[in-house]
């Protein structure tokens, strides 16, 4: 079975602040791991994803994410936070590709001026 | 530009009555998926197809049924809406050759009186 936990539903950076959000991840499979991004009154887009390979990911607009297989964790990080991107934040898993992806329930990011 | 088009951006039915969303896209992919996005339960796969006239439950189908007569077209059917189907439902595609990749529609808000 597969599942997302995501450790915190809102968090809250100063501007120029590091940016961490957390996701443990539970496969019965080796997964594939994603993050998106949802703005305000629109859909989720893809910011970025692991499926094999380099465990450490680069993901558009400054973020990155490193798959750790001990740890099971995919954590998405950022330098340095602007105020674009504040926005809702969900970590998926998938056994597979093309099929069936599983959600967190998702972390709200604020970025205080 | 990829497109995944909702109907409607907000819905307001009344209890009992039918209610259908429509979702279409213009990338001439194979996948496509319903959820359903609710605060704090992040989002919840309801129904998904992989080819015309073909589809598969999720994980919350009860009250739900899906139609998928043409490639780009998938809709939801609430057969008789109840006040807990209020929601936000997203609709989603991706590729056979690269389902890693979800590509959403802005979303129906639904709210069932």
């Known amino acids: 079975a597969q599942s997302v936990t995501q450790l915190g539903s809102h968090v809250s950076v100063s501007e120029g602040a590091l940016v961490l959000l957390r996701c443990n991840y539970s496969s019965s499979v080796p997964p594939y791991l994603f993050w998106y991004v949802q703005y305000p009154n629109q859909g989720l887009q893809l910011l970025l994803k692991?499926?094999?390979?380099?465990?450490l990911v680069k993901g558009i607009n400054g973020f990155e994410a490193e798959f750790k297989k001990s740890e099971t964790s995919f954590h998405l990080t950022k330098p340095s936070a602007h105020m674009s991107d504040a926005a809702e934040y969900f970590c998926a898993v998938s056994p597979y590709t093309g099929n069936q992806f599983y959600f967190g329930t998702g972390t709200s990011l604020t970025v205080i001026p | 530009d990829v497109k995944v088009t909702q109907s409607s951006r907000y819905l307001v039915k009344r209890t009992g009555e039918k209610v259908f969303l429509e979702c279409v896209q213009d990338?001439?992919?194979?996948?496509m998926f319903w959820y359903r996005q609710d605060p704090g339960l992040g989002l919840r796969l309801i129904y998904f197809s992989y080819d015309v006239k073909m589809k598969e439950k999720g994980d919350i189908p009860e009250g739900y049924s899906v139609s998928r007569e043409k490639k780009e077209r998938f809709s939801l059917i609430l057969e008789s809406a109840s006040t807990n189907q209020t929601s936000m439902y997203l609709c989603?595609?991706?590729?056979?050759?690269?389902?890693?990749?979800?590509?959403f529609g802005s979303g129906t808000q639904l709210s069932v009186l």
């Open positions: 989603a595609s991706s590729s056979f050759l690269d389902g890693e990749k979800l590509f």
């Open positions: 990338m001439d992919h194979e996948n």
């Open positions: 692991y499926t094999t390979g380099a465990t």
